[in-house]
Every structure is written in structure tokens, then in C-alpha cells.
């Protein structure tokens, strides 16, 4: 039986790129829409390049920092005015310990919202 081949970066390059992360075992899909898990060689890449990019950016006098997953939902309306055309997918939490959030949570990694609350 053949291999099946990907298709090509110019036809389809999310496709091929997907493709190519899951045959070369990098990861795989989750059983949660939109969550992969990293596999052991995937996340030995990952580690090289955040060792590589860290060395970088302490050279430059840059810190790391971490922010949180979850944020309060209001701060991704803020977002639809930084971004024209912007519409999110987004995981909203809104119950926690048992009890309803006063506001929900979003999930949502890359917020710059946050960073903006933060400074």
C-alpha cells in the first residue's frame, strides 16, 4: 500500500502543515475541539527553540513573564476595537467552584488585553 502523500505547501499550506505535524508524530488532535497533544519529539523541538529564543532574548535584556489562560470576558470586547473584522471562537467559562461567575472567563492565550491591563 502506498504512502499518501501531502499535498503541497502552494495548493493547501494549513493542510500541509497540519499534515506534516501529524504524520511526523509532532503532535495530535485532542479529544477536545481544538486542543492538540504534543508528543515527546514535539516537544523536544519545542524545548530547543524556547532555550534558543531565551538565550536571545536575555542578550537583549528582555524578562520572560507568564500571563493567565483564562480572562474576564470584558477585556475581549476591548479587543474588537483593536482589531478590524475581529470575531473570536472562543471557550467561556462561566461557572467556577461550583458557584456562576460574576463575569465569565474566556480562554485565550495570546490576549495582548491582558498585558495592556497588566503595564
Not at 475541539?33 to 508528543?39: A, D, K
Not at 476591548?78 to 461557572?95: Q, W
Amino acid at each position: 500500500m502506498a504512502e499518501e502523500k501531502l499535498p503541497t505547501r502552494a495548493q493547501d499550506f494549513s493542510e500541509w502543515y497540519n499534515e506534516l505535524v501529524l504524520k511526523a508524530q509532532l503532535a495530535d488532535y485532542a479529544p477536545v475541539r481544538g486542543c492538540m497533544i504534543v508528543r515527546p519529539y514535539g516537544w523536544a523541538l519545542w524545548e530547543n527553540m524556547q532555550q534558543a529564543l531565551d538565550r536571545r532574548f536575555k542578550a537583549t535584556g528582555h524578562q520572560n513573564v507568564a500571563f493567565p489562560l483564562l480572562i474576564p470576558r470584558s477585556f475581549i470586547e476591548k479587543e474588537k476595537h483593536h482589531v478590524e473584522g475581529f470575531s473570536p471562537e472562543l471557550a467561556v467559562v462561566t461557572i467556577g467552584g461550583g458557584e456562576e461567575l460574576a463575569e465569565p472567563l474566556v480562554i485565550r492565550p495570546t490576549s495582548e488585553t491582558i498585558i495592556g491591563h497588566m503595564w
